[in-house]
């Protein structure tokens, strides 16, 4: 029974030390998923600035809503139409940062490098792009490589940056073992006044890994006692502790190592584990009465729990501490029936499994792109279907099949939405092709109508017209209808007078007629200004009326003969597509039924491996059980309680 414990403490020191999980580790627990922001989110290393370009302020539009997909497709049309003039390698890096995130690390790779090799990118940039392959490189299992890249971030950088290249060089550094280089690095950083609870916490597992436990305990302590204010930190603290509490067992320091454990929230995720961890610290200390408190509350949990599962055995084995063998009788087979039971369970669910019950929950959940859907999957563990789907969330392999499982159906529904949109397109252009036609005949009779010429003369003579008017400055010539008349029935009427013999009356005529005249023109000659500024206005206005129409027709011959050729050549494009997105369809589609057996295979696997885990509980609990059998008669007691 101890020896099982000590091994669940290696276990728990072990994965309590993995901050972020890597790629080529078999497992990793559900609460790193939460604490330890994994992937290689672009938001949770350096969020984008405000937009100056107004494409790149609708790619951060759909960034921050956490739709990624878009964010990554705004990009790209941006991109192709180079419009974004002052963002232009930031877009590359969040671009890089969100294939990181979808898994396309070669893609990924291909624009880091790319901006590494560009000589105006400045150095703050390539030292995220360094930073960024680093990263590719250490999610790949590639701990050299991730090295070499990480070493390249130096001279100027945001202080962010150099907190996260500290973070992530001593996260490579503990996966290969390195753990007094991950100490000088993360002492290093804090020199630079570069800190945070996750360098500390690294520092403190480095420190203890180094057999450095007096230091070790004093930055885990001090995280395990922080005051927090996020779930995220509050997180922290709970796995702070937890290493503390089971590193501090191990180390045989009993009652230091409850005081730690004492702390993790009883609410929290980490609960179990600290439950459990206290009260095998009472019972290192053969204070057995204690450490029933705090397994009897743990045993009373979900059992698809494993430390809930070892809190079954525990309870029975303090109890035979204590000479109760009659109650640890009762304890043991309640335990084992309770495996049992679970082992049942876990046949329904591997069942069910088989029959696509996990993938028909997956595809109900609400299709996102960004981060938070995976913290907020619902599953129905009252179901004994689905009871252990929650505990296979904590398998890291688990977890990025379900990512990459995910990522296929919003591809796939994208697909499908485009599959139908494109209809419209074909809708569209029988559309314009109608259009075109009905407006054909009007274009041909305006481009057939030969009075362009005549009025371009025309034009000419009126232009010729006003220059001689200008020239001669008679303002008789900018007479309107009416006055041109009245003018002229004056001149007939001096020419009618003129025959008539001269007397008294005839004089009166005529200077009558003078007068009018006078009156007429003084007229005409105090609007002879406006009216030849009016006309010459009138004459540009007309001209470049004339100009309209002349490009107006060149652009119908032009349209006459472009526009059914651009039919041709959007049909074509549309059959393209539609045949492109049928192929993207099938290739997705099959892609996704390969991924969700994947993910069925996995979950059947981690099942199986828990049934093999509850058999070995079982075995145990049937020998401790013939154990306390064995000194309940040796010692006269019987089973009597």
């Not at 993790?264 to 610290?281: D, F």
């Not at 009166?508 to 003078?514: I, K, Q, V």
């Amino acid at each position: 029974m101890r020896t099982g414990f000590f091994n669940i403490i290696a276990d728990t020191i072990r994965s309590c030390s993995e901050y972020i999980p890597c790629r080529s580790a078999p497992r990793a627990r559900f609460i790193f998923l939460i604490v330890a922001m994994t992937g290689a989110t672009y938001a949770a290393d350096n969020p984008p600035s405000s937009a100056q370009d107004l494409q790149y302020g609708e790619v951060l539009f759909h960034y921050y809503q956490d739709d990624w997909f878009n964010s990554i497709v705004r990009t790209h049309i941006a991109q192709t139409q180079e419009r974004l003039p002052n963002h232009a390698d930031e877009a590359e890096l969040l671009l890089g940062g969100l294939d990181l995130n979808y898994g396309l690390r070669n893609e990924a790779d291909n624009i880091f490098q790319r901006l590494l090799t560009e000589k105006t990118t400045d150095e703050q940039t390539r030292n995220r792009a360094w930073y960024y392959l680093a990263k590719i490189s250490y999610q790949r299992g590639d701990a050299a490589r991730a090295l070499r890249a990480i070493g390249q971030v130096q001279g100027d950088m945001s202080k962010g940056t150099r907190m996260e290249s500290a973070h992530l060089a001593s996260l490579v550094l503990l996966q290969i073992g390195a753990n007094e280089q991950a100490i000088g690095i993360l002492e290093d950083a804090k020199q630079h006044r570069v800190w945070s609870p996750y360098l500390a916490y690294n520092l403190g597992v480095a420190q203890i890994r180094s057999a450095r436990q007096v230091d070790g305990f004093e930055y885990l302590d001090h995280i395990g006692d922080i005051s927090a204010n996020s779930e995220e930190y509050r997180l922290l603290r709970d796995k702070a502790n937890l290493a503390l509490g089971y590193s501090l067992l191990r180390d045989g320091q009993a009652e230091s190592s409850r005081d730690a454990l004492n702390r993790v929230r009883l609410e929290g995720p980490l609960s179990s584990k600290a439950l459990l961890g206290a009260g095998w610290a009472d019972a290192e200390s053969e204070l057995f009465g204690r450490a029933l408190v705090p397994w009897l509350e743990l045993s009373k949990r979900d059992t698809t729990d494993p430390a809930v599962q070892e809190a079954l055995l525990a309870v029975p084995y303090a109890m035979t501490k204590m000479n109760l063998q009659g109650r640890a009788v009762k304890h043991y087979n309640d335990a084992i029936g309770t495996l049992y039971s679970e082992q049942d369970y876990l046949d329904e669910s591997i069942a069910a499994i088989r029959r696509g019950a996990l993938l028909e929950v997956l595809q109900a959940q609400d299709l996102r792109s960004g981060t938070g859907w995976l913290q907020e999957l619902s599953f129905d563990t009252d179901n004994p279907v689905l009871r252990y789907q929650v505990t296979l969330m904590a398998s890291h392999d688990f977890q990025e099949a379900v990512k990459n499982y995910r990522d296929l159906l919003t591809l796939r529904s994208n697909l499908n939405r485009w599959a139908q949109a494109i209809e419209a397109y074909d809708d569209m252009l029988d559309g314009r092709e109608q259009r075109f036609a009905q407006h054909k005949p009007a274009a041909r009779a305006a481009l057939q109508a030969g009075d362009r010429a005549a009025l371009q003369e025309r034009l000419q003579r009126l232009g010729k017209r006003l220059e001689q008017i200008e020239t001669q400055g008679n303002p008789v010539w900018l007479a309107n209808a009416e006055e041109t008349q009245q003018w002229q029935r004056l001149q007939d009427i001096k020419s009618a007078v003129a025959a008539l013999p001269r007397n008294a009356q005839t004089g009166l005529l005529h200077e009558r007629r003078t007068r009018l005249e006078g009156v007429l023109y003084w007229r005409l000659n105090s609007e002879y200004k406006p009216r030849l500024w009016e006309a010459k206005k009138q004459l540009a206005e007309v001209s470049d009326l004339l100009g309209q129409t002349r490009d107006n027709l060149e652009s119908l011959e032009i349209a006459d003969t472009a526009t059914p050729a651009s039919f041709t050549g959007f049909d074509s494009r549309i059959i393209r597509n539609k045949a492109r997105i049928e192929e993207l369809l099938a290739r997705t589609e099959s892609t996704h039924l390969d991924q969700g057996r994947l993910i069925e295979q996995i979950a059947v696997r981690e099942l199986e491996q828990q049934k093999e885990r509850l058999d070995t509980y079982i075995v145990q609990a049937r020998f401790s059980l013939a154990q306390t059998y064995d000194s309940a008669q040796i010692a006269g007691k019987g089973t009597t309680p």
